[in-house]
């Protein structure tokens, strides 16, 4: 079964991007749980000196385990500045590296899709363009297209924060599709390898 780790940049209860996920959710396809991260707030600075086993902060440690142990990732956006909000990119940080070379990378070739929500007209499409060239060094596996840009985010949930505008659900099943099928590519060679 798959399992798919949900991130959220956004911090706040009433987030349109955390919302997004939510939405995820509901319209995964059956076997395509997707788990909501919330610890994103307790995730501390990056600091080089830390970044080894033993001396990672715990929550470190357990946002890299989580993002190995996941089959895929599921990273709602929004845009800071025309850029990757802090926050987001500094947990990115955490989990990029492997200095003694011995843990494994948890984001190489991860697959991920990148989705986003904001109430303007450009809808995160900036932050989502600068994550992509933060995986591109990763080396994560990332959904291309298609591309989910929630623009005018209000008027597209309800006063819950349900998605309800259809065509923004539809593409929605079709980034998690692209997701899924991203995934079995990948793991087209083991499979191979297994029956070799
Ligand atoms: C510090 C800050 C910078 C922002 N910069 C941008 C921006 O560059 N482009 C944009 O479309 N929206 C920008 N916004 C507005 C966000 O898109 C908006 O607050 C959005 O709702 C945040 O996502 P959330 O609803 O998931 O919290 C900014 C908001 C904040 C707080």
Redesign the pocket.
């Known amino acids: 079964m798959f399992k798919i780790l949900g991130i959220?940049?956004?911090?706040?209860a009433?987030?349109?991007?955390?919302?997004?996920l939510r939405a995820a959710q509901k319209v995964a396809p059956t076997g395509l749980p997707v788990e909501i991260y919330t610890r994103l707030r307790d995730i501390p600075p990056y600091d080089l000196d830390l970044d080894y086993p033993g001396r990672r902060p715990p929550v470190v440690q357990e946002l890299r385990e989580r993002i190995t142990a996941a089959t895929g990732l599921l990273i709602?956006?929004?845009?800071?500045?025309?850029?990757i909000?802090g926050v987001l990119k500094n947990a990115l940080d955490w989990v990029s590296t492997d200095w003694t070379r011995a843990e494994g990378l948890p984001l190489l070739r991860k697959p991920v899709a990148i989705i986003g929500?904001?109430?303007?007209?450009?809808?995160?499409v900036?932050?989502q363009l600068a994550l992509r060239q933060v995986f591109l060094w990763t080396d994560s596996d990332v959904v291309v297209k298609p591309e989910l840009i929630v623009f005018r985010?209000h008027e597209r949930f309800d006063e819950s924060g349900d998605l309800v505008d259809e065509s923004t659900v539809d593409r929605l099943r079709n980034v998690l599709d692209a997701l899924v099928l991203k995934i079995r590519a990948d793991r087209q060679p083991h499979l191979a390898a297994a029956s070799a």
């Open positions: 959220s940049r956004s911090l706040r009433d987030s349109y991007n955390t919302a997004l709602a956006t929004p845009e800071y500045n025309y850029s909000p929500a904001a109430p303007t007209t450009f809808g995160s900036r932050a985010a």
